[in-house]
């Protein structure tokens, strides 16, 4: 399963993954236009696939946990945040809800169902990182 699967990374991991033509993929997001579309994109690339398009949003534990459940997902690849940093500084508690919260329902979601691997991709929109060696 992709969370975040319509977005810039998540939609590339999903191309990347079906090329290995898993037993499933489910590609789980909120946006239902993008998923439509994405999801028809590839079953034209991949055929054969089994692919599995699920609108759900990460903040949603119990819609994360029923996805994860009904299709035995043994490997979560979470892709699902908030990226663009000037404009989620103005909006944090959207932003703390999807990235800290949303990521610990799914975290949490995988460990309940016994999944065998969570992978976190992080973007790479860090503004001004900073590090302090002692």
Request: hydrophobic share 40%; with cysteine.
């Amino acid at each position: 399963m992709v969370t975040g699967g319509c977005g810039s990374i998540g939609s590339e991991l999903c191309r990347q993954i079906a090329r290995f033509n898993p037993r499933t993929l489910v590609i789980f997001d909120q946006a239902e236009s993008p998923l439509f579309l994405f999801d028809r994109e590839l079953r034209a690339s991949f055929p054969d696939l089994h692919i599995v398009p699920e609108v759900g949003d990460i903040c949603h534990k119990s819609r994360v946990r029923e996805v994860i459940s009904r299709y035995g997902v043994d490997q979560v690849y979470h892709a699902a945040a908030y990226k663009h940093v000037p404009m989620m500084e103005r909006t944090v508690i959207e932003a703390v809800d999807n990235n800290v919260f949303g990521t610990l329902n799914v975290a949490r979601a995988a460990l309940q169902n016994k999944c065998s691997r969570f992978l976190m991709i992080s973007s790479d929109k860090a503004v001004n990182p900073t590090a302090s060696w002692a």
